[in-house]
């Protein structure tokens, strides 16, 4: 089970971290995707961490802002926003599959709960 954390109220312009961690396995292995949704639009996929601390940024209006990254010793995944702007406000969530990085909701079985991102002033 993952959990995602971090998420929150911040101006435009802010910074946040998000998490995405598991209680009783270990993400090691796993591609961690973070997604965000807004009500009423798709799923999107943000960027992917894979195993081997490879990386991927699928939304090309985070480029440059976000930066995913991986801590195995604390069995965390992170999501690092900077230059957050109204347009970001959404629920972030993460998900892990075996092997290879993906932007597609389905190829995802295990997913976080989900935490609120709001960039406003």
């Known amino acids: 089970q993952l959990q995602a954390s971090g998420g929150g109220l911040v101006q435009p312009g802010g910074s946040l971290r998000l998490s995405c961690t598991a209680s009783r396995s270990t993400l090691a292995p796993y591609a961690i995707t973070w997604f965000r949704q807004v009500p009423g639009k798709e799923r999107e996929g943000v960027s992917c961490?894979?195993?081997?601390?490879?990386?991927?940024t699928y939304a090309d209006s985070v480029k440059g802002r976000f930066t995913i990254s991986r801590d195995n010793g604390k069995n965390t995944v992170y999501l690092e926003m900077a230059s957050l702007k109204p347009e970001d406000t959404a629920v972030y969530y993460c998900?892990?599959?075996?092997?290879?990085?993906?932007?597609?909701?389905?190829?995802?079985?295990?997913w976080g709960q989900g935490t609120l991102v709001t960039v406003s002033s």
């Open positions: 998900a892990a599959r075996s092997y290879r990085c993906s932007a597609t909701r389905s190829a995802f079985t295990s």
């Open positions: 961490i894979d195993g081997g601390h490879n990386s991927w």
